[in-house]
T-cell receptor, first 112, second 113 residues
Framework: DQQVKQNSPSLSVQEGRISILNCDYT??????FLWYKKYPAEGPTFLIS?????DKNEDGRFTVFLNKSAKHLSLHIVPSQPGDSAVYFC???????????FGTGTRLQVFP | NAGVTQTPKFQVLKTGQSMTLQCAQD?????MSWYRQDPGMGLRLIHY???????DQGEVPNGYNVSRSTTEDFPLRLLSAAPSQTSVYFC????????????FGQGTRLTVV
């Protein structure tokens, strides 16, 4: 059973607008949630994370929101840029370990 | 600063052949792991290690072996390759403190024919 789910396989957004990527999880034994970005033929690179005791974390154009009651997190990118076009993976870190459980990914395309 | 280095980048195997995917990191990370990425499946954990001499299974361990004789290296062995093992494989490492992100290698694209 998929513990971390990204239900939207793709998202298309105009440059300058907001991109919102969503992620749901089913297990409460996670202490951090992370977003990774992946370009073709490259490995995933870390983007931003949030502790399970927080509800928001911001880093420049990227903000992650966590709704623990709904077991839902989202990544907001404002403003979106063409260089943001990539696959975004949501990951949940198992409590007190470095073990990451990944979602299936959302392909973001930012068009001019 | 090399980070996480995977070799080879590409490999084609015949069914039944064996091979080892290499992974090395130079960040003195305790935790290392192997993932496979398949279309529509995301990244799935194969095996992981919390330090030299210690390994454990992830979500999809069947058909793969690992060992961790040094902190730096974490090879993944396919004992008898099958077409279902056609995938892109990623190695990752992190400090193992539970508070930092994982760093990934560039991946190995494996095709089993």
């Amino acid at each position: 059973d998929q513990q971390v789910k990204q239900n939207s396989p793709s998202l298309s957004v105009q440059e300058g607008r907001i991109s919102i990527l969503n992620c749901d999880y089913t297990n409460s034994m996670f202490d951090y949630f992370l977003w990774y970005k992946k370009y073709p033929a490259e490995g995933p690179t870390f983007l931003i994370s949030i502790s399970s005791i927080k509800d928001k974390n911001e880093d420049g154009r990227f903000t992650v929101f966590l709704n623990k009651s709904a077991k839902h997190l989202s990544l907001h990118i404002v403003p979106s840029q063409p260089g943001d076009s990539a696959v975004y993976f949501c990951a949940a870190k198992v409590y007190n370990t470095d073990k990451l459980i990944f979602g299936t990914g959302t392909r973001l395309q930012v068009f001019p | 600063n090399a980070g996480v280095t995977q070799t080879p980048k590409f490999q084609v195997l015949k069914t039944g052949q064996s091979m080892t995917l290499q992974c090395a990191q130079d960040m003195n990370h305790e935790y290392m792991s192997w993932y496979r990425q398949d279309p529509g499946m995301g990244l799935r954990l194969i095996h992981y290690s919390v330090g030299a001499g210690i390994t454990d299974q992830g979500e999809v361990p069947n058909g793969y072996n690992v060992s961790r004789s040094t902190t730096e290296d974490f090879p993944l062995r396919l004992l008898s390759a099958a077409p279902s093992q056609t995938s892109v494989y990623f190695c990752a490492s992190s400090y193992g403190t539970g508070q930092t992100e994982a760093f990934f290698g560039q991946g190995t694209r494996l095709t089993v024919v």
